[in-house]
């Protein structure tokens, strides 16, 4: 096997999860597993001649990727109800972890495009500023304010869909 294609299994076997994920925010749960085949299959395409083969490029590439696909996103409701199926519940008086993941994906949802992608690539891929900023296209300054109106709003919006957590119980 020539060493391009060791490279690019030796990626798709550390970072394939991540870019799923990444894809998942683009382009919904149903679309990830295509997106993320794409990358993986223009990164074997360009392995010779692209010199920085690395996680910020399938990165970027699968951001591009899901924007030349012209897709809007679609709803997560079959990935909620399929988690929901194989959840457990805890004790009475708790949520259970169900609950708390639907709850956390409506939040996302309902962010604004540009700041659910800089959460996503910065808190939840871990990635830097510098990175991430790159692949969301924008200076280290817009990501960072991105990544701080998500996370007001991510606040906002958790709070609006569990008013029993604000005090309001109906027992």
Known sequence: ??????????????????????????????????LTADVFVLAL??????PHLDLPWLLVTCR???HNRGR???????YIEAE????????DGFETSVETNVRVHRALQL????EREAFVLHCLED?????ACVIADCSPNTFRVRVHRARTRLQTHLQE????????THE
């Open 1 to 34: 096997m020539p060493t391009d294609h060791l490279h690019v299994q030796s990626l798709f076997e550390t970072h394939a999860k991540s870019i799923r994920r990444f894809a998942a925010s683009l382009v919904g749960v149903d679309d990830a597993d295509d």
């Open 45 to 50: 395409q360009r392995a010779a001649d692209t």
């Open 64 to 66: 591009n990727l899901a």
């Open 72 to 78: 809007k996103r679609k709803s997560h409701d079959a």
């Open 84 to 91: 929901a199926m194989s959840a457990t519940t805890v004790q």
């Open 111 to 114: 962010l604004p495009a540009v």
């Open 127 to 131: 990635l830097s500023v510098a990175d």
């Open 161 to 168: 869909l569990a008013p029993h957590m604000n005090g309001d």
